[in-house]
């Protein structure tokens, strides 16, 4: 029988100290948009106490680079209780720190010949398998050695035309990796987005998350939205956009479980932020699990978030419908293969 994770979350809900579901045990779209644009405001807590402003910045607003944060201190854009402060400046708990993050421009958008993984190319589409570490478009911090740098250089006759994102209508974080496609003319493009606006968009997911999920399937639809403390965040909000996540059992380990998951939407963290809700947070990753070992949010197998853009499947221009495949990132697999590992091993004593 298939479990419905569905309830209307109150704001109460969010631990405002830590910034994470405070029904989570204490131990914790990915193409919706999301800028690091605009002002932002943070609230350090007491496990701050004492850190510089410029790593406390950096740890809190992690799309953006420690050099680019340094530079907006000095350039004034960073404030402590509306006063600017040295990068050297030490946090304490209570104070407010606005950070005001200006828009790329739209002109330092270059070519770049960086090698990407193409599964698919033809006149008006180009699918890629995105590796780890590879930002998808320009933005502040990042302003080279994107996707969009790298789509720039393979295909110069995709138009910028006054964006940052030529050709590219859907997102996946920094380190999730797998299948985005990237749209090569014009056609392409009105096509993918009215698919994506009407979820009729097949993406699906693989994730390893942290214990043992009891339901061999289930659907989590939760509203998400900002974090209303750690503004660099998602959370489970009442009032937040919906949010619709299935998963079903692929293996289970002694103490995790590797999931497929097919989302109706794509907010920003999706995947992450609903299994975090559920109480079984992607392994290796840093923001939304706080649990130890080796699958925690620092785990000692995964340096990243276990998640991965398998399969992508939509309607091409001229009407046929195509659905495409991506293999587990090689550290993914070599991770996963430990796991089974000392799986076997403990089974055999």
């Known amino acids: 029988m298939n479990k419905e994770f569905d309830t209307d979350i109150s704001v109460e809900l969010i631990d405002l100290e830590t910034g994470f579901d405070a029904s989570i045990d204490d131990d914790t ?35 953006l680079s420690r050099s680019y944060i340094q530079q907006l ?86 138009s910028v035309a006054g964006s940052n994102r030529p050709g590219i209508v859907h997102r996946l974080d920094k380190d999730t990796t797998g299948l985005i496609v990237v749209a090569k003319s014009d056609r392409a493009r009105v096509t993918l987005i009215k698919q994506w606006n009407s979820r009729s968009v097949v993406k699906r997911y693989i994730a390893l998350v942290h ?37 079903s059992v692929r293996e289970r380990f002694p103490d995790a479980t590797l999931l497929d998951l097919q989302i109706e939407t794509g907010r920003t963290h999706q995947i992450r932020v609903h299994l975090a809700f559920i109480g079984h947070p992607v ?37 046929q419908f195509v659905e495409f495949e991506a293999p587990l990132a090689p550290d993914l697999a070599e991770g996963l293969e430990k796991l089974r590992h000392i799986r076997d091993e403990a089974a055999a004593k």
Request: hydrophobic share 40%.
């Open 73 to 158: 201190i000095e350039d004034g854009r960073v404030m402590v209780d509306g006063k600017v402060r040295r990068q050297t400046f030490k946090m304490t708990p209570g104070e407010v720190v606005t950070v005001e993050v200006p828009p790329p421009t739209i002109d330092q958008i270059l070519p770049e010949a960086i090698p990407i993984d193409v599964i698919y190319e033809d006149a008006d589409i180009l699918v890629v398998n995105k590796a780890a570490g590879m930002v998808v478009h320009p933005a502040p911090g990042h302003l080279t050695g994107t996707l969009a740098n790298a789509v720039l250089a393979h295909a110069p006759e995709i």
């Open 283 to 319: 392994a290796g990753d840093a923001v939304y699990n706080r649990y130890s070992g080796t699958t925690g949010g620092s785990s000692t197998i995964f340096k990243r978030q276990f998640l991965h853009a398998a399969g992508l499947g939509f309607i091409l221009p001229d009407g």
């Open 29 to 63: 779209d990915e193409e919706d948009e999301q800028n690091a644009t605009g002002v932002f405001e943070l609230h350090p807590t007491r496990a701050d106490l004492n850190e510089r402003l410029d790593k406390y910045v950096a740890a809190n607003l992690q799309d």
């Open 211 to 247: 214990g043992v999920v009891a339901e061999n399937e289930a659907t989590i639809n939760v509203p998400i939205g900002r974090d209303p403390v750690a503004r660099n965040k998602m959370a489970a909000l009442s009032g937040g956009r919906d949010a619709i996540t299935h998963f």
